[in-house]
C-alpha cells in the first residue's frame, strides 16, 4: 500500500468529513493507496478540534494556526483546503507554489478573479493532481446514470433539470454565518455553495450553458448575529437558471437549474431528470437508494422503471451489497477517487473523476452571467477563457 502523507486547512464540518474517510479507509480494500494526515491546520485551532482530531488521527505530528506552516512542512505532500470561499485563492495558490497535490473546495475562488488566479497558478504546475470537492456523483444511482449517459441511452438529450435544495433557511431566527454574507461567502450566494454539486454531471456529460436567464432571490434579508443583535443577509437564498446548454454533438436544449436555501419541505435534496428522445430517468437523494427510468426504446408504454441500487459503490467497499448508501459513504467515495488518480496518474472511469479545476471554472462562468441576468433582466450569453 502507497502511503500519501496529507495536510488539512480548515478543521470544520467537511475537514472532519475528511478525517473520517480516513479513518475508514479499510472499507476500500482494493485501494492501492491510503492516505496519512500528519498535519492540521485552522484559523483558531479551537480546544475541542485539537482533542478531535488528535483523537482520531493520531499519525498527526503537526498542528498549526499558520496555513504557511503547514504548506512548508515537507512531509506534507497533499492537501485538503476546506475553508471559507475568501480563502480559496491565497491558500491554493500557496499550495501549488509548495508543490502540494490538492483536493479544493467549491467554489473554487470567491468570485471569477479569484478563480482566474487560481488557474493561474495551477497552469504553473498541471503535474500536480487538483480536483475540487463534491460528492453527489459518487451517488451509486447517478453512477448508474452516468453509465446510462455513456451507452447512449437516452439518444439524443432534450430537456434537463436538475437543483439541490435546502430548507434550514427558512428559520429567520437561524444565527449568520460566514455562509451568509458576501465578504467571506462571495456575492454568488447559494450558487457557489450548492452549484457546483449541481453542474459535476451536466458538466462531466458534455452538456455546456450557452447562456443563461436568473432570477437570484434574497429572501430573509436580516438574521441575528451571535449576540442577537439583527444585521443585514445580502446573499442571494435561492437561485433558478434556465438555460440554453449544447451537447458534445451541438444538439441544443432546455437545461433548467435551482440551487435553494430556502425550499421548504427540502433537507438536502439533489435531484436530476433528464429526458431523451429513447429513454428518460429521475433521480433524487430523497429516495437516495432508487432510480427511476423509462425505456420507450424497448417498451412503449412508457412504464417507470424503479431500480433499488443498494451498495453498488464504484470503489468496491465492504459494506454489504444490499445496503443503503450514506452521506459520509459517497465522500470516502470521493476520496477514493482522488487518491486512486493520484496513484494511478488517471481516473478510474468518466464519471469516477472528482470535479475538475477545469469544470470548476466553467461554473464560474455561469455564475457571474447569471449575476448579470439577474441584474440586467436580460438572456446572457456564457463566454468562456480560451486557453
Ligand atoms: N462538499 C460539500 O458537500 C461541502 C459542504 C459544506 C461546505 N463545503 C465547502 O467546504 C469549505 C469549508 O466549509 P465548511 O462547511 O467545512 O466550513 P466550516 O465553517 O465548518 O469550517 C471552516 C474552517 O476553516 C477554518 N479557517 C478559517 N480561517 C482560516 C485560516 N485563515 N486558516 C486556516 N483555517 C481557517 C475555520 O477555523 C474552520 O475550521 C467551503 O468552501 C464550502 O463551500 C463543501
New binding site residues.
Given amino acids: 500500500m502507497k502511503r500519501i502523507r496529507c495536510g488539512i ?7 472532519k468529513e475528511f478525517a473520517s474517510s480516513v479513518m475508514r479507509w479499510a472499507h476500500l480494500p482494493e485501494m492501492e493507496v491510503y492516505p496519512e494526515v500528519v498535519a492540521i ?4 485551532l479551537k480546544e475541542a ?1 485539537r482533542k478531535w482530531y488528535s483523537r482520531a488521527l493520531p499519525t498527526i505530528t503537526q498542528m498549526t ?1 499558520d ?1 504557511r506552516a503547514l504548506i512548508s512542512n515537507p512531509e506534507v505532500e497533499m492537501v485538503y483546503a ?4 475568501h ?2 485563492e491565497e ?1 491554493y495558490t500557496a499550495c501549488f507554489k509548495a508543490g502540494k497535490h490538492l483536493m479544493g ?3 473554487f475562488g470567491i468570485d471569477l478573479n479569484a478563480n482566474r488566479s487560481i488557474m493561474d497558478g495551477y497552469k504553473q504546475h498541471d503535474h500536480l493532481l487538483v480536483r475540487c ?3 453527489i456523483i459518487f451517488i451509486p444511482a447517478v453512477q448508474r446514470l452516468g453509465a446510462m449517459i455513456e451507452a447512449g441511452f437516452f439518444g439524443t438529450v432534450f430537456d434537463v433539470d436538475a437543483g439541490f435544495l435546502h430548507s434550514s433557511d427558512l428559520n429567520p431566527d437561524k444565527p449568520i ?3 451568509r454574507t458576501i465578504a467571506s461567502n462571495g456575492a454568488y450566494g447559494c450558487m ?2 450548492l452549484g457546483m ?1 449541481v453542474l459535476h454531471l451536466p458538466l462531466r456529460s458534455g452538456w455546456r450553458p450557452l447562456n443563461v436567464r436568473a432570477v437570484l432571490s434574497n429572501i430573509m434579508t436580516e438574521r441575528p448575529d451571535a449576540q442577537g443583535n439583527r444585521v443585514p443577509c445580502e446573499t442571494w437564498d435561492n437561485a433558478v437558471l434556465l438555460c440554453e446548454a449544447e451537447d458534445r454533438k451541438g444538439t441544443r436544449f432546455p437545461m433548467s437549474l435551482r440551487m435553494q436555501r430556502i425550499s421548504p419541505g427540502e433537507k438536502n435534496s439533489w435531484y436530476i431528470t433528464v429526458k431523451g428522445t429513447k429513454g428518460a430517468a429521475h433521480f433524487t437523494t430523497k429516495q437516495i437508494n432508487t432510480l427511476n427510468y423509462l425505456d420507450y426504446r424497448n417498451n412503449p408504454d412508457q412504464a417507470w422503471s424503479v431500480l433499488d441500487m443498494g451498495h453498488e459503490t464504484s470503489f468496491k467497499s465492504v459494506t454489504g451489497g444490499i445496503f443503503e448508501v450514506g452521506a459520509s459513504d459517497i465522500i470516502l467515495q470521493m476520496w477514493g477517487s482522488y487518491f486512486y488518480e493520484l496513484h494511478h496518474h488517471k481516473p478510474q472511469s468518466t464519471y469516477t473523476q472528482c470535479a475538475t479545476p477545469e469544470e470548476a471554472v466553467l461554473s464560474h462562468h455561469l455564475f457571474t452571467a447569471a449575476l448579470e441576468s439577474h441584474e440586467t433582466r436580460q438572456t446572457i450569453p456564457i463566454t468562456f477563457d480560451r486557453a
Fill in positions: 486547512i480548515g478543521l470544520g464540518m467537511m475537514g491546520c485552522s484559523g483558531s478540534d494556526t496555513y476546506a475553508v471559507p470561499h480563502l480559496h491558500i473546495e467549491k467554489p470537492a463534491t460528492q454565518n460566514w455562509k457557489g455553495d454539486h
